[in-house]
């Protein structure tokens, strides 16, 4: 199984955040923001529902890694972060590298923007911001995402969907959420 069928098949199944979120949350009840911690990674998120895990083997270009996912969906928009720990420090950058290249290829993204950006929390992380399309209908999707290392771990937080229904402001309280520790 791919890395995107994974996270889309898992999207699929089903306190304090401060004040940006109250107001998020008072002007849409679509957002149902919540402060999600993980049982499996070292990481702390803001997911606008309530979310579910699990566990899956994938292969990660040759890798086989035990990757867990907590992921919410909210009108047609996945939220996801992904982990995977892996014990050997001089695979880390390769697998953490062909995460983010099987994104970007699972929506054809032929162009984003990458950048580092600081975590909360302090850690180094890589934010890709990216447009391409999905499935059948070739629908225009966005995809906004941070990608990191952390001790053992190899972290992904994505937002990813319609154009149409992923504004930017969104994504990006999720992403400031997206706290490593």
Same mark, same amino acid.
């Given at each position: 199984?791919? =890395? ?27 957002? /149902?923001? *919540?402060? #999600? ?9 803001? $997911? ?5 895990? =699990?566990?899956?083997?994938?292969? $990660?270009?040759? $890798? ?6 907590? !992921? ?7 939220? !996801? ?10 695979? *880390?950058?390769?697998?953490?590298? /062909? ?17 580092? #950006? ?17 499935? *059948? /209908? ?5 995809? =906004?995402? *941070? ?5 053992? =771990? ?5 937002? $990813? ?21």
């Amino acid at each position: 199984m791919s =890395y995107f069928s994974f996270a889309h098949a898992f999207a699929s199944r089903r306190l304090s955040a401060g004040l940006l979120i109250m107001a998020l949350c008072a002007c849409s009840p679509t957002w /149902n923001w *919540r402060e #999600v911690s993980s049982t499996d990674a070292p990481y702390t998120v803001l $997911l606008p529902a309530k979310p579910t895990s =699990y566990t899956r083997p994938l292969d $990660l270009n040759g $890798l086989q890694v035990d990757m867990s996912m907590t !992921a919410a969906e909210v009108s047609e928009v996945n939220f !996801a972060v992904a982990s995977a720990k892996i014990t050997d420090a001089g695979q *880390r950058q390769a697998a953490l590298t /062909n995460m983010q290249a099987a994104m970007l290829r699972n929506i054809g993204s032929e162009q984003h923007s990458e950048k580092l #950006v600081m975590l909360k929390g302090g850690a180094p992380a890589t934010e890709i911001v990216a447009q391409g399309q999905a499935g *059948r /209908n070739k629908t225009p999707v966005m995809l =906004y995402a *941070r990608f990191a290392i952390h001790g053992e =771990y190899v972290i992904q937080a994505i937002a $990813l969907g319609p154009k149409a229904q992923l504004a930017p402001d969104i994504a990006e309280t999720f992403l400031t959420s997206f706290t490593l520790h």
